[in-house]
């Protein structure tokens, strides 16, 4: 591209595009945050972000038409926009390229719907770049995770940029909360700006600013509520407001609380952060519904641990369990475990990532899946959590 007969550096065209693409009607709400950190041409073989600052390659954009240029910013931005390198780091500490895959499909997926329906604004670059549809993967309403998991582990290629992982990774908990609320901050001025100047807003934003309420709330809600006006008398528990006043009272006891089973999916696609996660809330749920028992099933293609703990065992749950498994994803083997050994529990609680081998089972008992992607169970309750 020529200016006054001189052809425009690395950095010129960076930032001329930057404007075109913070002007154009299909992205005006992602303005904001194109604008948040640095934005520098350097020695990199094609682009990355940390999660805030993107360098662009000098030698990789000097391939690219003007069209590319603005597709690799989008691109770029959608990964501060979907905070991939904070949000997904457990993917790449168990499989660096797929995780580079999988965030690389969910975005340039979305960026050829835009490119289809305006073809002079931008162009996915000709030098490549991975979709959905080269695995026959539909990403549509799909997160990083469920992407990931439909990859195979042994990918070959290369993907469409640079992540740097490494320098996301060192940020404090304290600043992946502040660089959050930057990015929320910017999502929602860009979503007003659009608003303003009859654009409309876009839906994957407003996704993203959907107030969440936390998972572990609504888990302890559902279980306080199953449990509400289920009691029975007894005096080995007294009712400890009216002992206050001198009067010996029965307290309650859960009477459909006899034994819960919590059913945890330890497949291969679920790594340690996620099972942490999982053990820790199981501990919650026993001290928080003290049933008679807990019983913990670790499956994958088959119950492969089975664990029951009695009250005064709760406590020490998280350290002497041992889970188990590793392998594919087929969680009709609990209901037919508890069938063949005739466990017959008040609740069953599923903990899985909801990619599953087979179907969701036939089950004889209220069951509650807490699962970590958008799928949603089509028999008993499903709560999404978010890890």
């Known amino acids: 591209m020529l200016i006054f007969g001189q052809a425009l550096t690395a950095a010129q065209r960076l930032e001329r595009n930057i404007q075109i693409v913070m002007g154009h009607e299909s992205v005006l709400a992602m303005g904001p945050t194109i604008m948040l950190g640095t934005k520098s041409i350097g020695n990199v073989p094609t682009a990355q972000t940390d999660g805030l600052n993107e360098m662009y390659g000098e ?9 590319e240029f603005r597709y690799l910013i989008l691109h770029e931005c959608g990964h501060k926009m979907y905070r991939h390198m904070t949000a997904w780091q457990h993917l790449y500490e168990e499989n660096h390229h797929k995780a580079n895959i999988a965030c690389d499909i969910i975005l340039n997926d979305w960026l050829n719907t835009i490119a289809a329906k305006y073809p002079d604004f931008i162009m996915m670059p ?84 959907q107030p969440k309420v936390d998972w572990r709330t609504q888990l302890a809600s559902y279980l306080l509520s199953y449990g509400k006006g289920r009691g029975l008398p007894t005096w080995r528990k007294p009712n400890r407001k009216m002992l206050t006043h001198g009067v010996y009272l ?4 859960a009477e459909a609380m006899g034994e ?30 003290q049933p008679e028992a807990l019983r913990l099933l670790y499956w994958d293609t088959a119950v492969c641990a089975d664990e029951k703990y009695e009250q005064e065992a709760y406590d020490d749950m998280a350290e002497s369990t041992k889970p188990a498994g590793g392998g594919g994803t087929m969680v009709e083997c609990v209901p037919k475990y508890m069938s063949d050994f005739g466990i017959s529990p008040q609740l069953v609680v599923v903990f ?32 999404h959590i978010d890890l």
């Open 250 to 253: 029965p307290g309650q006891i």
């Open 59 to 67: 030698e990789f954009v000097g391939k690219l038409n003007d069209l």
């Open 126 to 209: 000709r030098l490549g770049g991975v979709t959905g549809p080269q695995f026959n993967i539909d990403s549509t309403d799909k997160d990083v995770h469920e992407v990931y998991a439909l990859l195979p582990d042994d990918l070959q290629g290369d993907g469409f940029d640079e992540h740097d992982w490494e320098s996301a990774k060192e940020l404090t908990p304290q600043e992946q909360q502040e660089l959050a609320k930057q990015i929320d901050e910017a999502l929602r001025q860009g979503q007003l700006l659009a608003s303003k100047v009859g654009s409309g807003g876009d839906r994957r934003i407003d996704e993203l600013l």
């Open 260 to 289: 819960i089973v919590v059913a945890v999916d330890t497949s291969g696609s679920i790594d340690n952060n996620m099972l942490k996660t999982f053990l820790t809330e199981i501990v919650s749920i026993a001290h928080l519904m």
């Open 352 to 383: 899985t990532d909801g990619v599953l081998g087979g179907s969701w089972g036939t089950w004889n008992c209220p069951v509650l899946w807490c699962i970590t992607t958008k799928k949603k169970a089509p028999i008993g309750s499903t709560l």
